[in-house]
């Protein structure tokens, strides 16, 4: 008997052995489908939500939607956003509050989306893009609101 | 039939001439040497992209396609980045045997090439125990990974060297035992007589029953002498990062890197000698009718096609192994050898005496 298993063994040994090249065997004779991405040449099609970096939209009169209020800086959960206000004076002289800077550091940001989230008039969002490799990692911090823009009218 | 010969007395013959007998055996020594080298540097080139393309393929993937067309000057560029690099030796290794171990890796795969015979008349040593020497020589090699291991200082590199030798000294087993089975058959260890005994067709055709399992048995335990996958224990890079050659760099890796890569050639040559008739043609048995005009038609391919042709497709073979099949663990891999391939292998030479006893092969 036991010869028998042993010989049973090592059939059914080099039997699952040949099943395995015929498969590798195959891919080799029929190189049409490439699971593989070819990156540089064909860019993927990403998905709608991924989350590529924190981008703040405006139209086409450079305005954004950003009030200041700093509930995205308060969301962040590693100090990513720094926003600086100031105070413009409103036509009937009074101060009222406004963004200045919108400091953004892509090195420190998990892609959470908590900043876009609390954000109560939908001023940033997460965009696509996701090249990056920078040679020096000051380039890495970046102002999110375009040289003078202004808020939006009607945006509180 | 196209030979070589020729060409390699009429070089000789001039050399004899022209200087006394040992400067004359001096040059040729070098000459043989530079050829030797320049086959080596061109199989690394060749068989490091042949892998590539080939578990590229195998993987449903491209492959290196960027460098040079279709990606063909990739391994030029990997030896122009190696060279590059710093040799670096640790701090605590044993310098010496560091630094040596790579070199005599490659020399003992140098040695190998001496016996193998490329085609009619272009061999370096037709020794009279050829099969023995190889045999003997391949297994040296293990000293080699056992001081690099062991000089670099280092528990991954020691414990790869360790699985490197108890593997290479228990496949040598299999191997020798294949290989013995076959000279049953062929009556000598002359590499130039093996190949002459094969004018009637290859032995693997010849021999049949005993010289298939003979064959399946030593190109299994070539593959685990040479330390590839599925026997690649002595390099498990999820276990041991990169094994014996952890610590080296630069051109010291790359000198491990490509003896691994002549070692595949050389036992693969080895392979075609004995089982495939080496450079010898196709030839049928003279039985046969037309075989005069077959064998006649066949020897029209050069000697030179048919040994790089065999060699290559058993390379083929070798790497399908490494794309398909899992590593082994070490117990299985010692379980593999010495419960089913050596009583196989034994039990096959005694079939292989009692059928050359008996004249039942062709």
Known sequence: MFLVDYIKTVYNGVTSLLKGMRMTGYYFTHHKEIITQQYPDVKQVLPERFRGEVVMTHDEKNEHRCTGCTACELACPNATIKIVTKFDITPDGKKKKALDTFVYHLELCTMCNLCIVACPTDAIKMAQSFEHSVYDRSLLTKVLNKPGSKLMEGVE | ?362
Request: a neutral charge; proline letters at 3%; hydrophobic letters at 55%.
């Open chain 2, 1 to 362: 039939m196209f030979s070589l010969e020729n060409l390699t007395h009429i070089i000789d013959h001039a050399l004899n001439n022209t200087f006394n007998a040992t400067i004359a055996m001096l040059i040729e020594m070098v000459i043989v040497g530079i050829c030797a080298i320049t086959l080596f540097a061109v199989l690394g080139l060749v068989l490091v992209f042949m892998e590539r393309k080939v578990s590229a393929y195998m993987q449903i993937r491209l492959g290196p396609n960027r460098v040079g067309y279709k990606g063909l000057a990739q391994t030029a560029a990997d030896t122009l980045k190696l060279v590059i690099k710093e040799g670096f030796t640790p701090d605590n290794a044993d310098k010496f045997l560091f630094n040596l171990a790579p070199f005599l890796v490659m020399i003992i795969a140098m040695m190998l090439l001496a016996p193998i015979a490329f085609t009619k008349g272009l061999q370096m040593w037709d020794l009279n125990i050829g099969v023995l020497y190889l045999s003997a020589v391949s297994s040296v090699s293990v000293i080699g990974i056992l001081m690099a291991g062991w000089a670099s200082n280092n528990k991954y590199s020691l414990i790869g060297a360790m699985r490197s030798g108890a593997q290479i000294v228990s496949y040598e087993l299999s191997a020798g035992l294949a290989v013995l089975t076959m000279i049953v058959f062929t009556g000598s260890l002359q590499i130039s007589t093996i190949i002459a005994s094969q004018q009637d067709g290859w032995w693997i055709f010849k021999g049949h029953i005993p010289a298939i399992i003979s064959f399946v048995i030593f190109i299994i335990a070539v593959t685990a002498e040479t330390n590839r996958a599925p026997f690649d224990m002595a390099e498990a890079e999820s276990e041991l990062t990169a094994g014996f050659h952890t610590e080296y760099s630069g051109m010291r890796f790359a000198l491990f890197f490509l003896a691994e890569y002549v070692n595949i050639f050389i036992v693969c040559a080895i392979a075609a000698t004995i089982y495939f008739g080496g450079w010898m043609p196709f030839h049928i048995s003279h039985s046969i009718p037309f075989a005069d005009l077959f064998n006649k038609g066949m020897d029209f391919i050069p000697g030179v096609l048919w040994f790089t042709g065999k060699t290559f497709a058993l390379i083929f073979l070798i790497m399908w192994f490494r794309w398909t099949f899992p590593r082994l663990r070490i117990d299985q891999l010692l379980n593999l050898e010495w419960k089913y391939l050596l009583p196989i292998g034994m039990f096959n030479l005694l079939l292989a005496t009692a059928i050359a006893i008996l004249g039942w092969y062709f």
